[in-house]
């Protein structure tokens, strides 16, 4: 299955026409995101989030599984439900036959705004409208899981992408100077790519204290590795953010 996020961005000029921005973030297994955008004369917002999902299963590869997400109920309401707006029926039909006529397999569901792509999706139609280049999108995302338990000598640490999962077990030293979840953490982070952005959960409070501040560290030793640890991604452009306290 294959997912796209839309999004569109509309406004009256002056003399009473309307400019629309649409814009689109298409997810396919084991590749990173792409992003589309265009500028449209268009009616209304609702037409300019059709003329979305229409490009969506544009780009989208003929004869997969297409999940439009969006957060335009009119859309959901046309394409997902056959019961939408009259005044949306021409378009509503456009966008399906052309998933029919490329053996896409659609469907429509609600996201918020909030959603990463979503937001990227925003951004993209905003500029478009606007006619200004694409902003960046945002880089490669990998969820990483940190278990850990006090009494053992070895955490493991999962890291999913899409398409992929990676699990490895690591040794923990005891006689370390640096503390045994900061090693886990440690760890975790050299298993990314470069500039992809780390989701970790369940890292100690500790082990995320040390990683944004190494000189917090008692020990030189320690201080030292974990500088050194934070160099290292940043200078292969890894972004760690962390979800929830262990």
Do not use: C
Not at 6 to 12: G, K, L, R
Not at 228 to 245: E, I, K, N, S, T
Request: proline share 9%; glycine share 8%.
């Amino acid at each position: 299955m294959n997912h796209a996020y839309v999004d569109a961005s509309w406004h009256e000029t002056q003399e009473g026409h309307g400019v629309g921005g649409w814009g689109l973030i298409l997810l396919r297994p084991g590749t990173l995101p792409a992003g589309y955008q265009g500028q449209m004369a268009a009616p209304d917002n609702n037409a300019a989030e059709l003329r979305a999902v229409l490009e969506a299963v544009r780009h989208a590869p003929p004869g997969e599984g297409l999940r439009v997400h969006t957060d335009n109920e009119a859309v959901i309401a046309s394409v997902g439900r056959g019961r939408g707006p009259h005044l949306l029926a021409d378009l509503t039909r456009e966008v399906l036959d052309e998933a029919g006529a490329r053996a896409v397999a659609l469907r429509v569901t609600y996201a918020p705004r909030t959603r990463r792509h979503m937001q990227a999706a925003h951004d993209l139609a905003n500029a478009a409208r606007r006619g200004l280049p694409p902003p960046a999108l945002p880089g490669p995302q990998a969820e990483v899981l940190i278990e850990q338990r006090p009494a053992l000598t070895e955490a493991r640490v999962s890291l999913r992408r899409p398409g992929e999962r990676v699990t490895a077990h690591i040794p923990l030293d005891p006689l370390s100077d640096v503390p045994p979840s900061a090693q886990a953490l440690l760890a975790a982070v050299t298993l990314a790519r470069p500039g992809e952005h780390l989701l970790v959960r369940r890292a100690s409070k500790l082990a995320q204290a040390l990683w944004h501040r190494p000189d917090r560290a008692l020990l030189p030793a320690a201080h030292t590795a974990l500088a050194q640890a934070r160099q290292a991604a940043d200078g292969q452009g890894v972004q760690v953010q962390f979800q929830g306290l262990g």
